[in-house]
């Protein structure tokens, strides 16, 4: 599915939320570690269809943005807080 019919869309979003959040590691990791060889896969496994390294970015800027993703530099981690208020409301 597209990123609009995905990302850009509330329903989607409501559904796939925690499992979104789950993509990212829980702990403090290296993006290199646990970057776009593990991400970009499990998002289209979601449905996010990416189609560059460039959009795959735009992705992880938009999950930082929206509380998906924590980072440090170049390390990164679920938002633990989000997650646990995800598994609450569901």
């Known amino acids: 599915m597209s990123i609009p019919d995905t990302l850009g869309n509330r329903s989607w979003l409501q559904e796939n939320a925690l499992k979104l959040a789950e993509i990212f590691p829980?702990?403090?990791t290296h993006f290199h570690n646990h970057g776009p060889l593990e991400i970009g896969p499990a998002l289209k496994l979601l449905g996010v269809d990416w189609d560059s390294e460039?959009?795959?970015?735009?992705i992880l800027a938009w999950c930082e943005k929206h509380e998906f993703l924590e980072r440090k530099g170049e390390?990164?981690?679920r938002n633990p807080e989000y997650t646990i208020a995800l598994k609450n409301d569901i």
């Open 54 to 58: 460039g959009e795959l970015a735009r």
């Open 75 to 77: 390390l990164i981690r």
């Open 26 to 28: 829980a702990a403090w």
